[in-house]
C-alpha cells in the first residue's frame, strides 16, 4: 500500500503489487506499507483500493 502526498488535495491510498506500485511516477511518498496476512475487513478494505490490472 502507498499512501502519497497526505494532507493535500491529492492525497491518494493506492494498492497493488510491488511491480504495479514501482509505475508510479506522480506524488510524493509518505508511507509505504507491506502488510502481512489478511482477515474478513482488512482484504475486503485491501482490495477496494487495489489498482486496476
Excluded: N, Q, W
Excluded at 511491480?19 to 509518505?30: A, F, Q, T
Excluded at 482477515?39 to 483500493?49: I, K, L
Amino acid at each position: 500500500m502507498l499512501l502519497s502526498d497526505l494532507g493535500t488535495e491529492e492525497e491518494r491510498v493506492v494498492s497493488g503489487t510491488l511491480d504495479e506500485l514501482s509505475h508510479i511516477d506522480s506524488g510524493y511518498v509518505h508511507a509505504f506499507i507491506l502488510p502481512a496476512g489478511f482477515s474478513g475487513m482488512e482484504e475486503g478494505a485491501f482490495e477496494r483500493r487495489r489498482l486496476p490490472h
